[in-house]
T-cell receptor, first 112, second 110 residues
Framework: EAAVTQSPRNKVAVTGGKVTLSCNQT?????MYWYRQDTGHGLRLIHY???????EKGDIPDGYKASRPSQENFSLILELATPSQTSVYFC???????????FGPGTRLLVL | QQKVQQSPESLIVPEGGMASLNCTSS?????YFWWYRQHSGKSPKMLM?????GEKEEGRFTVHLNKASLHTSLHIRDSQPSDSALYLC??????????FGDGTQLVVKP
């Protein structure tokens, strides 16, 4: 099965601080995605990428940046973290729109 | 406006019963539908996908798709307590965009 890993798994940050969430996939998938999920709700797309060097804005990109330095790695950056960004963040990878998305285990972020 | 709507928001069924979940997309560009299952504290995992009109069965799970109305449904027969989870419907288009609904929380009571 496709393997997607995320780090850190848990993070406590202070308001105004910088947070970087990392994602790695070992399946040579072209597409990678960052979602956030708030309690009891579905997934909201923050940023996605079609390949190394590309990043695209999703549905809720404000306050977030993304970086795809290689096929395997995709990072989500919160330059100035706010309490409203407290959430669970999932990274996913997939080959295309007809292919399954494989999700990482998630990162729980608490911004105080 | 959310592009994928799911109903009901929550559903309680007795063990051994039938669970029926619904999903509709408002985006006519989508052409592939997915059902993901997410157990509490875990990440979503793909359960079934469908892109042709009609139905598809895998064990106790059956999905239906009506492409004209962009409506899909998931039916779980002989529901088990281990089926209790958040069920997420997703739709994707040829631009590699995938849209998720807010999910249906299913509880199967022993």
């Amino acid at each position: 099965e496709a393997a997607v890993t995320q780090s850190p798994r848990n993070k406590v940050a202070v308001t105004g601080g910088k947070v970087t969430l990392s994602c790695n996939q070992t399946n040579n998938h072209n597409n990678m995605y960052w979602y956030r999920q708030d309690t009891g709700h579905g997934l909201r797309l923050i940023h996605y990428s079609y390949g190394a060097g590309s990043t695209e804005k999703g549905d809720i990109p404000d306050g977030y940046k993304a970086s795809r330095p290689s096929q395997e790695n995709f990072s989500l950056i919160l330059e100035l973290a706010t309490p409203s960004q407290t959430s669970v963040y999932f990274c996913a990878s997939g080959g295309g729109h007809q292919d399954t998305q494989y999700f990482g285990p998630g990162t729980r972020l608490l911004v105080l | 406006q959310q592009k994928v709507q799911q109903s009901p928001e929550s559903l309680i069924v007795p063990e051994g019963g039938m669970a029926s979940l619904n999903c509709t997309s408002s985006d006519r560009n989508v052409d592939y539908f997915w059902w993901y299952r997410q157990h509490s504290g875990k990440s979503p995992k793909m359960l079934m996908s469908i892109f042709s009109n009609g139905e598809k069965e895998e064990g106790r799970f059956t999905v239906h798709l009506n492409k004209a109305s962009l409506h899909t449904s998931l039916h779980i027969r002989d529901s088990q307590p281990s089926d209790s989870a958040l069920y997420l419907c997703a739709a994707s288009d040829s631009n590699n965009r995938i849209f998720f609904g807010d999910g249906t929380q299913l509880v199967v009571k022993p």
